[in-house]
């Protein structure tokens, strides 16, 4: 089975700290995801990656960044955390656009 | 630009009765439809999946869908729910022209014992 790995469950950190989200996953999918959930709003995506160093805009990318060195890792970057970030983020990973996403248990990010 | 519309936030059902979950998508080209669930504190898993052919698909755990082109719908149905069915569920479109895969707002599932 594809492993999807967050590197944190819960996190709590202040405004204007730099903070990083790690994901790395273990079946060499090409594609990776960084993804926020809110109640009522959803998955909404914020950046993609369909190779290593290459990456792609989603539908909120203000205020967030991205690093893909490796193919099996991908990383969420929030240079100056605020509060309106405080939010489930959830990466995930596939093969091709035809096959399912595949999901880790996501981080809770708590911005003080 | 694609679009998912779920129009239910919430839908309560007891146990053993059958349930439909909506799920509207707009798109101007062929799609792929997904439907996750989510249950507390986990990631989404893969529930069901239309890619083409056969427009009715099931799951392994008693669920189905519907794909239907001229209602541009994808409806969730299960003829009767277990308390371990309580969850979220998310309607999820792509296709061919786009790796962004666009997410419904969720249903939340409660099954009443």
């Known amino acids: 089975d594809v492993k999807v790995t967050q590197s944190s469950r819960y996190l709590v950190k202040r405004t204007g700290e730099k903070v990083f989200l790690e994901c790395v996953q273990d079946?060499?999918?090409?594609?990776m995801f960084w993804y926020r959930q809110d109640p009522g709003l959803g998955l909404r995506l914020i950046y993609f990656?369909?190779?290593?160093?290459?990456?792609e805009k989603g539908d909120i990318p203000e205020g967030y960044s991205v690093s893909r060195e490796k193919k099996e890792r991908f990383s969420l970057i929030l240079e100056s955390a605020s509060t309106n970030q405080t939010s489930m983020y959830l990466c995930?990973?596939?093969?091709?656009?035809?096959?399912?996403?595949?999901f880790g248990d996501g981080t809770r990010l708590s911005i003080l | 630009a694609q679009s998912v519309t779920q129009l239910d936030s919430q839908v309560p059902v007891f146990e053993e009765a059958p349930v439909e979950l909506r799920c509207n998508y707009s798109s101007s080209v062929s799609v792929y439809l997904f439907w996750y669930v989510q249950y507390p504190n986990q990631g989404l898993q893969l529930l069901l999946k239309?890619?083409?052919?056969?427009?009715l698909v099931e799951s392994i755990n008693g669920f189905e869908a519907e794909f239907n082109k001229s209602q541009t719908s994808f409806h969730l149905r299960k003829p009767s729910v277990h308390i371990s069915d309580t969850a979220e569920y998310f309607c999820?479109?792509?296709?061919?022209?786009?790796?962004?895969?666009?997410f419904g707002k969720g249903t939340k599932l409660s099954v009443i014992p």
């Open positions: 990656s369909y190779d290593v160093k290459m990456k």
């Open positions: 999820a479109v792509s296709g061919p022209l786009t790796h962004q895969l666009t």
């Open positions: 079946m060499d999918h090409e594609n």
């Open positions: 995930a990973s596939d093969v091709r656009r035809d096959q399912p996403q595949h």
């Open positions: 239309y890619l083409s052919g056969s427009t």
